[in-house]
């Protein structure tokens, strides 16, 4: 099948380069497309200079907006399975096609790359895993889908689910919010184990006590999600 890797960038001069030549060792035989969400570093000039496939947006978007850009892209040029995988290096290529294979069975419309299944490797921090437990048991109340790592960028879509993206996607916290829209329009959401790193270099734009605020706020959203959202397109349920 012909598949693209969406991988969004904001501010990762120091991992973008080894994250594509990693991608393109790994997994020579897809396609990539990275998305500059109006860095301020070095990170376009990086991009330029390597001859990395890539596009810059004018203003800067947010992760979600940089994700939905690559969805778009994705649909316009007639992508079987979208890839989001992060710009930071946490997410191993190695395991690029363990997150696609049920997609590519029809078995899945989206499939979740999770670190929680086998435990193995880098397991984040306690206090974010705190908070992945009580969203990941929010989001099982409010849809009545059960998914361990809801925060994990490296998931795959089929082609109905990048349309729908493409068209509708959070912009603030896309990652739990995208399982919570998925799932009440009836798409078949699920997860393969992964093994992920901790990151190359940088620094997590979500820390310390932003963790706690993160986690409130996407608790609120995705309780106004189950009462607003609205099949836009989605498969009835």
């Keep these: 099948m012909k598949i693209l890797v ?50 810059t947006l004018p203003v800067n978007l947010g992760i979600g907006g940089g994700v939905q850009t690559g969805y778009r892209y994705a649909v316009e040029n007639g992508y079987d399975i979208a890839v989001q995988m992060d710009g930071d ?34 397991q984040t921090s306690f206090m974010r895993r705190f908070g992945i437990n009580i969203l990941s048991a929010l989001i099982f109340v409010l849809s009545g889908r059960r998914v361990r790592d809801v925060t994990s960028g490296f998931r795959a879509t089929g082609r109905e689910m990048t349309a ?15 399982i919570m829209a998925a799932t009440l329009n009836g798409f078949a959401v699920g997860e393969a184990p992964v093994v992920m790193e901790e990151r190359m270099g940088g620094v997590s734009s979500i820390r310390s006590f932003k963790s706690a605020y993160y986690m409130i706020k ?4 995705l309780v106004v999600d189950r009462f607003s959202i609205r099949q836009k397109g989605g498969r009835a349920k």
């Design 6 to 55: 969406i991988i969004p960038c904001y501010n990762e001069e120091e991992n973008i380069l080894r994250v594509v030549q990693r991608l393109q060792r790994t997994c020579p035989e897809v396609d990539y497309l990275v998305v500059n969400d109006c860095s301020t570093d070095g990170s376009e000039r990086i991009l330029r200079e390597h001859g990395i496939r890539h596009v």
């Design 89 to 122: 290096g946490q997410h191993d290529p190695a395991y690029l096609h363990a997150v696609t294979a049920p997609v590519e069975a029809g078995e899945l419309d989206m499939c979740i790359g999770s670190r929680f299944i086998t435990k193995e490797g880098f």
């Design 164 to 178: 729908y993206f493409a068209d509708h996607y959070a912009a603030d916290y896309p990652e739990p919010e995208a």
């Design 218 to 221: 996407v608790s609120l959203a």
